[in-house]
Antibody
Framework: EVQLVQSGAEVKKPGESLKISCKGS????????IGWVRQMPGKGLEWMGF????????RYSPSFQGQVTISADKSLTTAYLQWSSLKASDTAMYYC?????????????WGQGTLVTVSS | SYVLTQPPSVSVAPGQTARITCGGN??????VHWYQQKPGQAPVLVVY???DRPSGIPERFSGSNSGNTATLTISRVEAGDEADYYC???????????FGGGTKLTVL
């Protein structure tokens, strides 16, 4: 059974750094793209980017390029989403997702979500 | 960038058929995927590649795609189908993944 288990909720202040995680299990971690989707409070879904753990190839949505860093540790079968300096507008639920093997394919599996709250 | 347009809301009585549309320029040439998100839960894939269903998704969920409109059809709607529904495609021009704005399905 494929499982994506995300780290717990975070409360941070503006300007602080943060790294959240997503541990994959039940599938070949290195052979599937894994990425992140943002959902701001009361809003829709936004694709942020993903990484291919096999070779660390990483793709970002233009909206998030330069704003966040996506990485992965093959040995831990874990993907990460990182901010160097949080803003209040980063307050959102963040979902970890795996993409099917087809390049145009869907986000097949979703983590339970990590709520990030940024407030002074 | 590629834009997907969904109606903000759709209402339907139990037992009837709900149709949720997703509009985009020549979307019929793309593979469309649909996700269901119930309150307080993570989204779930309900239809992929226009009309295929993942295992465990009831046959009541079906999809079609032609021209400038893709449609998610939910037959014999139940109270448990009340949720937000999102369409999603791969925008080949920019190699990006795009979501529609979402449609709230209300079961009357």
């Amino acid at each position: 059974e494929v499982q994506l288990v995300q780290s717990g909720a975070e409360v941070k202040k503006p300007g602080e750094s943060l790294k959240i995680s997503c541990k994959g299990s039940g599938y070949s971690f290195t052979n599937y793209w894994i990425g992140w989707v943002r959902q701001m409070p009361g809003k829709g879904l936004e694709w942020m980017g993903f990484i291919y753990p096999g070779d660390s190839d990483t793709r970002y949505s233009p909206s998030f390029q330069g704003q966040v860093t996506i990485s992965a540790d093959k040995s831990l079968t874990t993907a990460y989403l990182q901010w160097s300096s949080l803003k209040a507008s980063d307050t959102a639920m963040y979902y970890c997702v795996t993409k099917s093997s087809s390049w145009s394919g869907p986000f097949e599996y979703w983590g339970q979500g990590t709520l990030v709250t940024v407030s002074s | 960038s590629y834009v997907l347009t969904q109606p903000p809301s759709v209402s339907v009585a139990p037992g009837q058929t709900a149709r949720i549309t997703c509009g985009g320029n020549n979307i019929g040439s793309k593979s469309v995927h649909w996700y269901q998100q119930k309150p307080g839960q993570a989204p779930v894939l309900v239809v992929y590649d226009n009309s295929d269903r993942p295992s465990g998704i009831p046959e009541r969920f079906s999809g079609s795609n032609s021209g400038n409109t893709a449609t998610l059809t939910i037959s014999r709607v139940e109270a448990g189908d009340e949720a937000d529904y999102y369409c999603q495609v791969w925008d080949s021009s920019g190699d990006h993944r795009v979501f529609g704005g979402g449609t709230k399905l209300t079961v009357l």
